[in-house]
C-alpha cells in the first residue's frame, strides 16, 4: 500500500531551506508587533493592579499620618510635624471646592524649603509646578485647568509680579486676559481664559505681608526654638535614616491621586459641627476666613480617613475633628496674644474649680483660691471677660449672685477643646476613639461621670489654684499642714 505524502514531502530539500531563510511578511510583522504591544500592555496592566492594591493598603492603614510623617523623617526633615501634615493637606484639599493654601514663615536657614519640598513629593510631579519665579501674565499662557495643580513658589517674593493673578485665581477660581493682536495693518483683540483654583505653597522670610496675601494663605511658622534646633544638630551627628526609595514615592504618589472628593461627599454635616461656633473667639480679627479655611482641612482629613468607606459618601467624623484639633490648634492659637498673667492665672482657677465642684464658681471662690482681694478679682474678671478667657453663666440667681465658667483657660484658643464638644453634644456618646496623627496610637477621650448620675465632667486637668495636679505647691502645703493637725 503506497503511504500517503505530505505538500512538505514532495517540496525539494533545498527549496525548504530557502523558504526558512525568507523574510516575514508585513502581515506577520504587524501581528507579531501587535502581539509585543500587547504583552507590554498587559505586562503594565498588571504593574498598575499591584500599585493601585498597595496605595489601597496604605489608605486604609489606621495610621496613615504617623506612615507620612515617618517618610518625611526619612527625608531629612527633623520634627515640623504640625506644618508637615499641614502641607499635605493642603494638597490633598485639591479636589475640594475651595482648596487650601499655605505660607510657610520663618527666618533664613530655618529649613522652610526642605520642609515644603519634603511633604510635596508625596504627590504626582505632573500636578506640581515649582517655580522660582513667574512674570506677569505667566499664568495665562499655561495649558489646562489649574484645579487640583500644586503652584509651589520656592520664595514668596519670586511671584511678586503675578501675585495679582495669583490671588484672582485662589479666590475666584477663573482668568480672564484681553489683549491687541495686530497683523499688519489689521488690528484685533483676543481673549485668553483659564479657569480653576490651585493651590498655592510658599516660603518667606519676609516680616511684612500684605493684608490681601495674609487671607489667603494659612500662615504656618519654622520652628526655631532652642529644642528644635538642638534635635537638628543631633541628626546631622548621628547615622543616616534609611533614604525613601522611587518604588515607595510611586506608592504615596498613587494613593493621594485616590484622594478625590465626590459629589456626593459631605452633604450631611454633623449637628455637632454646627455648634463650634459657639464656642469660638468670635471678635477675634479674621476668624470667618480662618474657619472657612479650618473646614477645608477638615474636609481633607475625613478624605484621607474615610477612604476605606469607599464607594459610599464620605462626611466629616468627630474623630476627624480631634485630628484636626490636635494638628491646627498649636497653629490656629495667636502667639503674640497680649493677655496679662493675672488674667490667665484667674481663668485657670476658674477652670480648675468648674472641675473640682462641677459648677461655676464665685468671685469668692475665686478671691479665696487664689487669696487676692475681692476688689482685684472683680478687676481681673473684667480683664478676662474681654479676653473672652471666662464668661458668667446663663440665667439669673438668687441674690443675683453672677458664677463664672472657663472658656478659654489657656488663653488664645482658636477651637474648642474635644471635650467641650463632648459635653454639649450628648449624642455623641460622651467619647471618641481616634488615631493619633503624630504617633498613630489609639486613644480615647471621654467625658467622666459623677457619682453615677447624669451630669457629666471632664476628669480635672488643674487644682483650684489653676495648676496640674500633684505641681501645686499650695495644695501640697494644706495637705501636709491637715496631716500635722
Not at 519634603?118 to 489646562?144: C, N, T, W, Y
Not at 509680579?161 to 475666584?172: G, K, N, P, V, Y
Not at 543616616?240 to 456626593?264: F, Y
Request: hydrophobic share 35%; aromatic share 6%; glycine share 8%.
Amino acid at each position: 500500500m503506497k503511504s500517503e505524502e505530505t505538500e512538505d514531502d514532495t517540496i525539494p530539500l533545498w527549496m525548504q531551506e530557502i523558504g526558512d531563510d525568507l523574510p516575514p511578511t508585513q502581515e506577520q510583522s504587524e501581528a507579531e508587533e501587535e502581539l509585543e504591544r500587547q504583552r507590554e500592555r498587559d505586562k503594565e496592566a498588571r504593574r498598575e493592579a499591584r500599585l493601585v492594591k498597595k496605595a489601597q493598603a496604605l489608605l486604609t492603614a489606621p495610621d496613615f499620618f504617623a506612615r507620612a510623617l515617618e517618610v518625611f523623617r526619612r527625608s531629612g526633615v527633623v520634627g515640623e510635624h504640625n506644618n508637615l501634615l499641614i502641607l499635605m493637606l493642603a494638597g490633598v484639599s485639591g479636589t475640594l471646592p475651595y482648596p487650601a493654601s499655605v505660607m510657610l514663615r520663618g527666618s533664613p536657614s530655618s529649613g522652610k524649603s526642605r520642609t515644603m519640598k519634603a511633604a510635596l513629593q508625596l504627590f504626582d510631579p505632573e500636578i506640581v509646578h515649582e517655580r522660582a519665579g513667574m512674570s506677569p501674565k505667566a499664568l495665562f499662557h499655561g495649558e489646562g485647568s489649574l484645579a487640583g495643580q500644586i503652584l509651589a513658589l520656592t520664595e514668596y517674593h519670586a511671584g511678586k509680579d503675578s501675585r495679582h493673578l495669583i490671588r484672582l485665581a485662589q479666590t475666584e477660581g477663573a482668568l480672564t486676559d484681553e489683549s491687541t493682536v495686530m497683523r499688519g495693518r489689521w488690528r484685533s483683540t483676543s481673549i485668553t481664559q483659564r479657569t480653576g483654583r490651585p493651590i498655592v505653597v510658599t516660603t518667606t522670610s519676609e516680616l511684612k505681608i500684605p493684608v490681601d496675601d495674609l487671607s489667603r494663605f494659612q500662615i504656618v511658622w519654622a520652628d526655631e526654638s532652642v529644642a528644635q534646633t538642638r534635635r537638628v544638630l543631633k541628626s546631622r551627628t548621628s547615622a543616616p535614616p534609611e533614604p525613601v526609595d522611587a518604588s515607595e514615592l510611586e506608592v504615596w504618589r498613587r494613593a493621594t491621586s485616590l484622594l478625590v472628593s465626590q459629589k456626593n461627599d459631605f452633604q450631611q454635616p454633623p449637628r455637632w459641627l454646627r455648634s463650634l461656633p459657639n464656642q469660638m473667639p468670635l471678635g477675634r480679627v479674621g476668624i470667618r476666613r480662618d474657619f472657612e479655611r479650618f473646614l477645608t482641612f477638615l474636609q481633607a482629613i475625613a478624605l484621607c480617613c474615610g477612604y476605606a468607606s469607599r464607594p459610599e459618601a464620605v462626611d466629616i467624623e468627630f474623630s476627624d475633628y480631634v485630628i484636626a484639633y490636635l494638628i491646627f490648634e498649636p497653629v490656629f492659637t495667636a502667639p503674640n496674644r497680649a493677655i496679662a498673667d493675672q488674667d490667665l492665672e484667674l481663668a485657670r482657677t476658674v477652670a480648675g474649680l468648674n472641675d473640682e465642684q462641677n459648677r461655676p464658681a464665685t468671685v469668692n471662690e475665686i478671691a479665696e483660691a487664689l487669696r487676692w482681694k475681692t476688689e482685684l478679682v472683680y478687676k481681673v474678671v473684667k480683664s478676662a471677660l474681654g479676653q473672652n478667657l471666662v464668661a458668667y453663666e446663663g440665667g439669673t440667681r438668687e441674690r443675683n449672685v453672677k458664677r463664672l465658667i472657663a472658656r478659654d483657660p489657656e488663653g488664645g484658643r482658636f477651637l474648642p477643646h474635644p471635650l467641650s464638644i463632648l459635653k454639649g453634644n450628648p449624642d455623641l456618646g460622651g467619647s471618641v476613639t481616634y488615631r493619633n496623627p503624630f504617633t498613630g496610637e489609639k486613644e480615647t477621650i471621654a467625658v467622666k461621670k459623677r457619682g453615677g448620675g447624669n451630669i457629666t465632667s471632664a476628669a480635672p486637668s488643674r487644682c483650684k489654684h489653676g495648676v496640674k495636679p500633684g505641681d501645686c505647691r499650695k495644695c501640697a502645703g494644706s495637705s501636709a499642714g491637715k496631716q500635722a493637725q
